[in-house]
């Protein structure tokens, strides 16, 4: 239809208005009338300049704008079918100057679905900015959780898939979000990632104690693996041991532990590492306190331990014990002095009733070594031997007019004497040496390590006196005037004696004559007094955390040694070793 304020003219009008439309510079339009017809016809005639091209431009425009109009109407019709793909969206985000590494990359391969847990989800949501996804990395390497210095503020957390194995080419960073119905198999190293932490709380120092006692069961059974059961509170802990004896006679015995257990459907481990004390691990150890024997002008820097109960003398002299206390006790006596003096004393705490530490009632033989001269040196008399600086050792038999004897030392090396048998000691010890006399060792002289311990704590200069009796300071005739310092761990199963201790010297805070100096370790089944001789010294050599001297007796106890004390998500299936354990179970 036309609209109703369209006018029709005249033909001969409309020529007219034509031609003298400047200068009949556009096609003639010829307008007929009938009025026989329904319609109204146009006739188009060539003029003198055509203008064809815009003609046939503004039709093309209609029918392309036609096409694009028939193509979006389809594709809505498509899009309702059931069978339709979803609707993929596109985010590009731009990499900061930060990642210029992966500021390009080029196709990007679709990650398989991985569910994340729960807790892990939600605190990634915590202060989200956006939810915009990153593209994969390069690759994906396993490594530690972040700690919060290394997180960045204005980082973008994701949501719904993780980093996948596709390589990057350099372009921008391309991420798509969707939902598809095929699932492809996640890459290896991107389903290894670290999952979350959880504290283990109180049950820590529980575990630690069944852990502890079943080390020591162990080793009393004298298994190398085993898995045992614990029901706490309702609550199913399983472990996998596994012992692992010193590899040579200077190393000391480890357990490898796995604890496991559930907790809201998820399979929690925790792996940690026990180590089985030596006696050298211990700055002082003493099994039954002589009550003559008091803590007075002495000074302990370490471990320290007591199968009974340990004297204290307070009288405006005050010993100091810097270190770990215990005491198989259940009190420390202290003479004039009360709880504001003990915590004075004891700075690092004193902690009472706890096991005892048995002493063994062997010792290793060195017989093995016996045939070789160059590792073992045994005396059948009594026996003065003197260490030198140049790696060396000289003995000479007591009350002989024989020259001393030399032999280098080997590492290590072993002095031993037979059963009755003294053996004297003195000198500068150079290199790994260990002396055992059934009987007694005297300690005539300064003996003394040739590399200076603070300034070479990497040396390897290793004393060990044993004795299945006694230890003994020999006489200030002897050993002369003044103080007497000892490199050395100690072991004296019976007694460790100080020689004529009454012996008055010259004015010190003791009073004292002198100092005994011992950097090491001392073991003894008894002190004898050493006031007013000497005041002590007592110093741990740090170095006995991890390795003893060769052969020195070890305890039935076992400590934790490493535990981040956390749980970690793990798989169903234990480890192979620990799975075809032995079983042991306590609880």
């Known amino acids: 239809m036309i609209p109703e304020d369209t006018k029709l003219r005249p033909q001969g009008a409309a020529v007219a208005e034509r031609d003298s439309f400047r200068g009949s510079a556009v096609p003639t339009l010829e307008e007929t009338y009938d009025p026989s017809r329904s319609a109204v016809t146009v006739d188009v005639a060539t003029g003198p300049p055509s203008n064809l091209p815009i003609v046939w431009a503004g039709a ?45 990359a080029g196709p990007v391969e679709r990650p398989a679905p991985i569910n994340k847990p729960s807790e892990e989800v939600l605190a990634s949501l915590t202060g989200t900015r956006s939810t915009t996804l990153l593209s994969p990395p390069r690759r994906a390497h396993a490594s530690a959780p972040p700690t919060p210095d290394d997180s960045r503020s204005d980082a973008t957390p994701s949501i719904g898939s993780v980093p996948g194995d596709s390589p990057a080419k350099e372009g921008a960073v391309v991420t798509t979000v969707g939902v598809s119905d095929r699932e492809e198999p996640a890459p290896a190293e991107a389903a290894r990632q670290e999952q979350p932490r959880v504290a283990i709380g109180g049950a820590q120092e529980m575990l630690a104690r069944w852990i502890v006692q079943a080390a020591q069961g162990l080793q009393d059974a004298n298994l190398t693996r085993a898995r045992l059961s614990l029901q706490h509170k309702g609550r199913q802990y399983t472990a996998f041991v596994e012992r692992r004896p010193a590899t040579d006679e200077m190393g000391v015995d480890h357990v490898k532990v796995e604890i496991t257990t559930e907790e809201h459907g998820k399979l929690l481990r925790t792996l940690l590492q026990l180590k089985r004390l030596a006696f050298s691990h211990f700055t002082q150890l003493v099994d039954d306190w002589d009550e003559r024997d008091h803590l007075h002008a002495d000074a302990i820097e370490g471990r320290f331990h007591s199968n009974s109960e340990i004297q204290v003398l307070y009288d405006g002299v005050a010993p100091r014990v810097v270190g770990r206390v215990t005491t198989a006790a259940v009190r420390v ?60 050792y000289g003995w000479q038999e007591m009350g002989s007019n024989a020259p001393e004897q030399r032999q280098t ?57 044993i004795s299945s009796k006694d230890v003994e300071i020999a006489p200030s005739k002897v050993t002369g005037p003044g103080d007497l310092d000892i490199h050395a761990a100690i072991y004296a199963k019976r007694r460790f004696v100080v020689s004529d201790y009454q012996a008055a010297g010259g004015p010190t805070a003791c009073p004292c004559a002198a100092t005994l100096s011992i950097r090491g370790s001392l073991t003894a089944g008894s002190l004898s007094p050493t006031e007013p001789r000497y005041a002590t010294r007592y110093a741990f050599d740090r170095r006995f955390e991890q390795v003893r001297p060769p052969g020195f007796p070890v305890t039935n106890r076992y400590e934790v040694e490493t535990w981040d004390a956390q749980w970690h998500e793990a798989e169903a299936d234990p480890p192979g070793d620990a799975a075809a354990s032995a079983p042991l179970s306590t609880k």
């Not at 339709?84 to 590494?101: C, G, K, N």
């Not at 002095?337 to 048995?358: A, C, M, W, Y």
């Not at 260990?434 to 200076?452: F, K």
């Open 60 to 104: 093309f425009s209609a029918l392309l704008h036609l096409l694009l109009l028939l193509t979006i109407g389809l594709a809505r019709f498509q899009s309702s079918a059931p069978s339709s793909a979803p609707e993929l969206q596109l985010y590009v985000e731009r990499a900061d100057a930060r990642h210029t590494e992966t500021e390009l």
């Open 333 to 392: 006596n202290v003479r004039n002095g009360g709880s504001r003096v003990l915590r004075e004393i004891f700075r690092g705490g004193i902690e009472t009733k706890t096991p005892r530490i048995t002493l063994p009632a062997a010792f290793p033989s060195f017989g093995e070594y016996l045939g070789d001269s160059t590792k073992v040196r045994s005396f059948a008399r009594a026996t003065r031997v003197t260490f030198y600086s140049d790696g060396s």
């Open 409 to 465: 030392i080997s590492a290590p090396h072993y002095i031993v004497a037979s059963p009755g048998t003294t053996i004297s000691v003195r000198g500068t010890v150079r290199g790994t040496v260990v002396v055992h006399s059934p009987e007694r060792i005297v300690v005539e002289g300064n003996l003394v390590y040739a590399h200076d311990l603070p300034s070479s704590p990497g040396a390897d200069d290793y004393l060990g006196l």
